[in-house]
């Protein structure tokens, strides 16, 4: 039998996995030009953590966790996604304590257990982005730029970034009652029914015609935030406004987890179909003190790198990669082998990437696997070479071809490399 990756969890290889790389470069460099450090997240955290921090009401806690029960009885949960796992440790280890913002960057796979279909995944891959510690809008404004530059980098020139405010414990609950009494006349199932109890803001995002053919008059949260947040709401906008960073205002975006406040955003790409969110993130101004700690105000982001790819792909961009070495080795005979391998390692320790051909492939066979491989240099050792101390060394573009005495060989690899 041969076994098959998990349903629902994409893989990437070579070459498609130089653009998954290129992407988390892209967004590490902003976020590490920004000021924002690495931290390591646990994979699975205490199921409790997620349920209060993402929200007992959305989809994600409700329906998608991949939660069980470890060999010592515990319920732990996969996380599926980070910001919840990024404050337990900010708090856990006082990180709070020092120069605020703390400002934190992750990376890596979240677990959710969705319908599997293009550009969603049960194993997702995202990076994340927390500032902790700070009310000033122009760390939320700062995270979005961050996002941008991101995007900017990779070539994408088709993203939209949309905008809103959900408002804070002031104004929600007054905003909250208005909507649910729109909702409430509304001719709706019952599942939605019920969903306008328990979280009447998601009601927004359905995407049923005839849902969507009845918000038309909903009242929307910006006519009911308080003068602070509005004023946030206004600093934030200017500071995009500053930065040339285009938006749209989207009064209806509401985001699937239960921690956001005040400033929310999206990135979307017009190119993905029904997949097309490839970032998200805002403010959560509560979240630290639904986990048991201090009021602590935070904001954030993820984006999504498999999405992006997608997008990469959709706008036809060509990510620049590297070639895999810059130097290959094709050795003839067994002895030509052995010298080889020594070659190649003091080659490696000098800082050039460096190949050869193993398992006695013959001259042709090595030279297709030097070829391949990008080099821009082989270096051919046969036995005749090996009795005279010497090498040749081909250009691969041009096909030249040199004998270099083997005792300057790896200064001589780096002269025509840098030159
Ligand atoms: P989110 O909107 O749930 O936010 O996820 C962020 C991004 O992850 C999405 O925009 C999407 O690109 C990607 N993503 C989510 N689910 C899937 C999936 N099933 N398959 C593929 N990609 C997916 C968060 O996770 C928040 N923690 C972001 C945040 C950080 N807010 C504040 N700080």
Known sequence: MMFQA???????????????LAVREAFAKAAANAGYSYIEVPVFEDTALFARGVGESTDVVTKEMYTFTDRGGRSVTLRPEFTAGVLRSTLEHNLHQGQL????????????????????????????????GTEDPAVDAETIAIAWSGYQALGLTRVRLLLNSLGCRNCRPQYRGALQEFLRRLDLDEATRQRVEINPLRVLDDKRPEVRAQLADAPLIPDHLCASCKSHHDKVRTLLEDLSIPWEDNPRLVRGLDYYTRTTYEFDHPLLGAQSGIGGGGRYDGLSEDIGGPPLPGIGFAVGVDRIILAIEAEGLAVRTPPRVAVYGVPIGEEAARRMFTLVHELRAAGIAADMAYGSKG????????????????????????????????????????????AEIVTTLKERLTS
């Open 6 to 20: 998990p349903k629902g969890v994409p893989e990437y290889y070579p070459p498609r996995s130089a653009i998954f």
């Open 101 to 132: 913002p703390v400002k934190l960057w992750t990376t890596g796979p979240a677990f959710r257990y969705e319908q599997p279909q293009a550009g969603r995944y049960r194993q997702l891959q995202q990076f994340n982005v927390e500032a902790i």
């Open 363 to 406: 001259l042709k066979g090595a030279m297709k696997g030097a070829d391949r491989s990008g080099a821009s240099l082989a270096v051919i050792l046969g036995e005749r070479d090996l009795a005279a101390g010497t090498a040749q060394v081909k250009n691969l573009a041009t096909g030249e071809q040199s004998a270099v005495p083997l």
